[in-house]
Nanobody
Framework: QVRLVESGGGLVQPGGSLRLSCVGS????????MAWYRQGPGNERELVAQ???????NYADSVKGRFTVSRDNAKNTVFLQMNSLKPEDTAVYYC????????????????WGQGTQVTVSS
């Protein structure tokens, strides 16, 4: 079983920056795609950014040019650098990953973190 733990959320003024981290731990063979989702007040959960194990990235249009997703495969960690933050970025940010449980299983299982609050306000 895999556990994801996020950190780095908090309160920041508009135009400021935050860096989120998410560490995977537990028993698994490998981690594939990792991603960040967010859910703002009254909104559905949406994809913010994702990064494959080969480092290919994909971003929501609303964060392109402001957010950067990266990962450290050796440490099973994914990061989200958020710059030029706007009030509309306020949300709970969730880490997501897909993992293989063993060498003999080719399917990937999804797992979510517990979420970290990001509030952008003056």
């Amino acid at each position: 079983q895999v556990r994801l733990v996020e950190s780095g959320g908090g309160l920041v003024q508009p135009g400021g920056s935050l860096r989120l981290s998410c560490v995977g731990s537990g028993s698994f063979f490998s981690i594939g795609t990792m991603a960040w989702y967010r859910q703002g007040p009254g909104n559905e959960r949406e994809l913010v950014a994702q990064i494959a194990s080969g480092f290919t990235t994909n971003y929501a249009d609303s964060v392109k040019g402001r957010f950067t997703v990266s990962r450290d495969n050796a440490k099973n960690t994914v990061f989200l650098q958020m710059n030029s933050l706007k009030p509309e970025d306020t949300a709970v940010y969730y880490c997501y990953a897909e993992y293989r449980s063993s060498l003999y299983r080719t399917t990937y299982n999804p797992v979510w973190g517990q979420g970290t609050q990001v509030t952008v306000s003056s």
